[in-house]
């Protein structure tokens, strides 16, 4: 099995900074495409980032030039660093990993970007 735990979501102000923190842990067998799905109230959920195992990344049009995505390889962990934070940016966030044609999902993180 597949575990992943994510950290460092929170209440910020609009214009404000937030790094999120995924680890992976279990039968992960090597590195792995890894990123990030967000899903706000009423919504579906949505790609926001992605990082392959050679860490070219994408991301969502209305993320781009705000977020990053980022790895290490060694911890098995992915970064999202969140710039420039606007209030539709409020939603859960997901982390997943891809392995053998599946994704695993974490439990989820809440940002809430609100004055």
């Known amino acids: 099995q597949v575990q992943l735990v994510e950290s460092g979501g929170g209440l910020v102000q609009p214009g404000g900074s937030l790094r999120l923190s995924c680890a992976a842990s279990?039968?992960?067998?090597?590195?792995?495409?890894m990123g990030w799905y967000r899903q706000a109230p009423g919504k579906q959920r949505d790609m926001v980032a992605h990082?392959?195992?050679?860490?070219?990344?994408n991301y969502a049009g209305s993320v781009k030039g705000r977020f990053t995505i980022s790895r290490d390889n060694a911890k098995n962990t992915v970064y999202l660093q969140m710039n420039s934070l606007k209030p539709e940016d409020t939603a859960v966030y997901y982390c997943?990993?891809?392995?053998?044609?599946?994704?695993?999902w974490g439990q989820g993180t809440q940002v809430t970007v609100s004055s």
């Open positions: 997943y990993i891809q392995r053998l044609g599946r994704n695993y």
């Open positions: 279990g039968s992960i067998f090597g590195i792995k495409p």
């Open positions: 990082i392959t195992s050679d860490s070219r990344t």
